[in-house]
């Protein structure tokens, strides 16, 4: 089973400034098997980015994926006051799907 | 629009056995596979099992197989998790979500989520 791990646990910054959240997958993974989501408190997590790099529908292009084999990185550009949640990478395998354990975003 | 509706959750014992429904609209249900996610209070999202569009092929989590079954009516759009031998750690929010289109496995569309809790 694919472990991943997310890094910070918890990363403070401020509206407008940059966020780079980081997934590592414990073997290497195929590119198009990484998504992102974002979870606000009292929602349904809502997918961001699938594929590593592509955005899902409605997605701003703040959200931006990245990178190949067992490291993925998810940039917010500038923060917006919506965007601070907690943020989970997935792993979808043939036959089992594994989450990080999230990144909390919180206004600095 | 886009909906996935989830129901059936509640307060049960351990040992105890429940079915979870949800029911879809807004799209063609059997062109799509189908999954189910949950959330213990507090933590962080596991995913509990997979159907494909047909129904023929499932997965499962290795922490739920053999006790929860998943199954699905294309003819009532709905989906169906039989969970049986609960257990505490069982007791989350249970989410339906659907399977993105195409090669990639991410889940686009999630339900709002029916809280399901194993207790004496």
């Known amino acids: 089973e694919i472990v991943l791990t997310q890094s910070p646990g918890t990363l403070s910054l401020s509206p407008g400034e940059r966020a780079t959240l980081s997934c590592r997958a414990s073997q290497s993974v195929s590119s198009s098997s990484l998504g992102w989501y974002q979870q606000k408190v009292g929602q349904a997590p809502r997918l961001l980015i699938y594929g590593a790099s592509s955005r899902a529908t409605g997605i701003p292009d703040r959200f931006s994926g990245s990178g190949s084999g067992t490291d993925f990185t998810l940039i917010i550009s500038r923060l917006e006051p919506e965007d601070f949640a907690v943020y989970y990478c997935?792993?979808?395998?043939?036959?089992?799907?594994?989450f990080g354990q999230g990144t909390r975003l919180d206004i600095k | 629009e886009v909906q996935l509706l989830e129901s059936g959750g509640g307060l049960v014992q351990p040992g105890g056995s429940l079915r979870l429904s949800c029911a879809a609209s807004?799209?063609?249900?059997?062109?799509?596979?189908m999954g189910w996610v949950r959330q213990a209070p507090g933590e962080g999202l596991e995913w509990v099992s997979s159907?494909?569009?047909?129904?023929?092929?499932?997965y499962y989590a290795d922490s739920v197989r053999g006790r929860f079954t998943f199954s699905r009516d294309n003819s009532k759009n709905t989906l169906y998790l039989q969970m049986n031998s609960l257990r505490a750690e069982d007791t989350a929010v249970y989410f339906c979500?659907?399977?993105?289109?195409?090669?990639?496995?991410?889940?686009?569309?999630w339900g709002q989520g029916t809280m399901v809790t194993v207790s004496s």
């Open positions: 159907i494909s569009g047909s129904g023929a092929v499932t």
């Open positions: 979500v659907r399977r993105i289109a195409g090669a990639s496995g991410a889940f686009d569309i």
């Open positions: 997935q792993h979808y395998g043939s036959s089992s799907i594994t």
């Open positions: 807004g799209f063609t249900f059997g062109n799509y596979a």
